[in-house]
């Protein structure tokens, strides 16, 4: 709980990835890689329920015995390669809402794949919600790339320009961009329920190092997620 708001955690594991099979519950630095997660998001100062919604049986087992809820099964048309995670939200917070009358106010939501995040980084968007007054926070990190001094694309003639127009001759005089890094999503539940989307007129940021901010999306990315997370 924040200032009197109630948050609740929900942790997305689906069964069925593609680029890394098993991804989710693959040993990470000795632990199940979903482990990693639960354990930031019941580290939390402010986080008053941690919920994992899956499909699959061993996913919600090794969540249970990692200390998460497995209060549902996830209905396997929301466990699909095309299922927007934004569905899959929503049908959590019905379930808690109408199954278990439990009543909040911040939805939290943390991916797997992320697990070098720290656990201020989580503590500090729940923050940031309340504090600035925002819509919702997502977390990012600084682009490698500018699409308005060195990011290019051609259209279907062969023609290439930049991405973004402009006339900056260096990439510190061109505005700042953020990649998103799939880490960290906080929403006021309400407003979660009514715009069923990320980018909000009242969306806010928070920005995490480089070396905090690996999402997972292959073995590559594992193996080099494991060796910062060990060194």
Not at 35 to 51: C, E, G, L
Not at 61 to 89: K, W
Not at 112 to 123: F, G, N, Y
Request: glycine share 4%.
């Amino acid at each position: 709980m924040y200032k009197d708001h109630v948050v609740v955690c929900v942790i997305p594991a689906r069964g069925g990835s593609k680029g890394l099979p098993g991804k989710n519950i693959k040993m990470f630095c000795g632990k199940p890689l979903i482990a990693h997660t639960i354990a930031q998001a019941r580290q939390s100062k402010y986080i008053d329920r941690v919920v994992v919604s899956t499909e699959d049986e061993e996913i919600a087992q090794i969540s249970l015995e990692y200390g998460a809820e497995v209060p549902f099964m996830r209905p396997v048309e929301l466990a699909g390669d095309g299922s927007r995670t934004v569905d899959v939200l929503l049908h959590a917070i019905k379930w808690l809402e109408e199954a278990d009358k439990y009543n909040f106010d911040i939805l939290v939501l943390l991916h797997t794949t992320t697990p070098l995040r720290a656990v201020k980084d989580i503590d500090s968007c729940i923050k940031m919600l309340v504090e600035a007054k925002a819509d919702n926070v997502f977390s990012v990190t600084e682009a490698h790339r500018n699409p308005y001094f060195n990011m290019v694309e051609r259209d279907r003639q062969g023609t290439v320009k930049l991405v973004k127009e402009g006339t900056f001759s260096t990439r510190q005089s061109a505005p700042e961009v953020y990649d998103l890094n799939a880490s960290i999503y906080v929403w006021w539940k309400d407003i979660l329920k009514k715009d069923k989307k990320i980018f909000l007129t009242g969306s806010k940021i928070y920005v995490m190092p480089k070396e905090r901010s690996l999402d997972i999306d292959d073995a590559f990315d594992f193996r080099i997620a494991e060796y910062l997370a060990k060194n």
